[in-house]
């Protein structure tokens, strides 16, 4: 694995945790819970592939408080 594609693996990771904290200040539950599922899919992703991000490989979050997901 080149260090390019780690690096790319690891923005992306930055980029949709990005997203769901935004997600999450705006109140938007919705968006929150879509954001979660992509930033676990980019940590899944890094699993898969070697790369370390420093975050937890458990779901990224879980719906906010009140609100049920879908």
Do not use: K, N, W, Y
Not at 7 to 19: L, M, P, Q
Not at 25 to 46: K, N, T
């Amino acid at each position: 694995m080149s260090e390019a594609f780690a690096a790319a693996i690891r923005r992306r990771v930055d980029e949709a945790a990005g997203a769901l904290r935004a997600a999450e200040e705006d109140g938007d539950a919705d968006a929150a819970l879509a954001a979660a599922g992509g930033l676990d899919e980019v940590l899944r992703m890094a699993r898969a592939h070697g790369v370390h991000t420093g975050r937890s490989p458990g779901p990224a979050r879980e719906a906010p408080a009140g609100r049920e997901s879908p």
